[in-house]
C-alpha cells in the first residue's frame, strides 16, 4: 500500500464504473490509480473525470502496475474470469461485478488463484441497506426460531411502449447469452441467502424458464432469445426450501416483489428495491412491528460493495459476498438453467 493509501484500479470503464469510481472516491483510506477498458475512449473518459494516472487498454500493463494494490471488474459478465484470475495471480485483491461469472466453473477458477488475497462479489448490493442489516441481526439472534423457507417473486409489468433498450440482455447477444436469471436472481439469492448468514447451500433445484409471452413479441423483437420469465424451487441444506420466481414480462398491472424469510416462530418481509416499507416482522400471536419503513435512493446501494472490499483489505473484515458465497448463488442459477433446458429437478452440484 502507498502513501496516498490503498492503490485502485478499475477493469471495465462502461456504465457501472461511474458508481464504483465515485463510491472510491468518497473514500478517504483509498485512491484511483489506474483505469483500463479496451476502449481507449472509455478509459481517457473516465480517467479524466476521476483524475487518474495509469491509463491502460490491456488488463496485463494495468496489473503490472505496481500503484495497484486491489481492482474492481466491471467488464460484463463473459468478461469476469479472466482478469479475475489474472489479478490474483498478479497478487491483487479483486472485487468483482454481478452476477459473478457465466458458470460455477468460472467461480471456481477464480478461487483456485486467489490464495490468501480478499476477493468479493457485488451481488451484494443490496444487502448495504438499514433494512438488511436489521434483518441480518434478527435472524442471527434466533428470535424468529429456525429458518423454514426463503422466498422471492417479482412480476414486473411489460412495457406499453417497448423503447428498445430494456431488458438490455435481448439485445447484448454476448451478454452471456442469458437472461433474468443470471442479471437479477444474483441479487435476490445472494440476498436472502446473505441475510441467512450464508448458511444454505442448494441440494436440488426444480425449475423452468420462458421467453418474451407471445402477446409482445412483435414489439420485444427480441434478437437474443433468451429467458425473461423464470420459476424455481430448490431443497436446501438445513431442511430449508427456497421458492423462487422473477419475471420482466408478467400479466400485472402494477410491478411487485416480495423477499420474505419464513422461520418457525414467525417471518420477515423485505424489500429489496427502493419502497416502504423496507422491513417488517411478524411474530404468531403479535401485531406485525415494521423493523424499518424509509426507503432509499437507489445510488445508496452503489456504495456499499466498494467500501466494504476497502474494510476487508484494510481492516481485515469478511466481505458480505465472498468469492466462495457467490459460488454458492452461481451453483444455484447453474442448476436453475439446467433443470429448465432437461425437464427435469437436478442437484446442485459441489
Ligand atoms: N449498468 C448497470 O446499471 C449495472 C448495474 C449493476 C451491475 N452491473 C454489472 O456491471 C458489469 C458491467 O456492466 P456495464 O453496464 O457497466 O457494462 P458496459 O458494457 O457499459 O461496460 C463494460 C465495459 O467493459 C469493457 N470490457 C469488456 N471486456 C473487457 C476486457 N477484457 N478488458 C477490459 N475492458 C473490457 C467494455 O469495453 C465496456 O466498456 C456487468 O457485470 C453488469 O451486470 C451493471
Redesign the pocket.
Known sequence: MGSAGLGLGI???????H?HLQAGREDDRATWVAA????AE?VAERADEFDIPGRY???GDLLADPAVDAVVV???????V??TVAAFEAGKHVL????VAITADDVRAMLDAQGELVGAC?SS?FRSTDAARAATEMIASGELGPVRRLVCQVLQAPPDEYDGTSP?YLH?PN?GGQGVLA?WSCYDLDYLLGLCGWAYEPELVMAETSGVPEHFRAIAEPVNDVEVRVGAQARMTGGVTLHYQRAMFAAVEETRGQWRIECENGALDLNMVPGAPQAVATRFGQAPEVLVNDSYEWGEI?QGPVANFIDAIVDGATPMTTLRNALIVQRLTDAIYESARVGQAVTAGE
Open positions: 477493469i471495465g470503464c462502461g456504465q457501472i464504473s458508481w483500463c477498458d479496451v476502449r472509455a487498454t490491456r488488463v466491471a467488464t460484463g459478465p463473459e468478461a469476469h479472466e482478469p468483482v461485478e454481478k452476477p457485488c448490493r438490455f447484448r451478454w442479471d452503489h
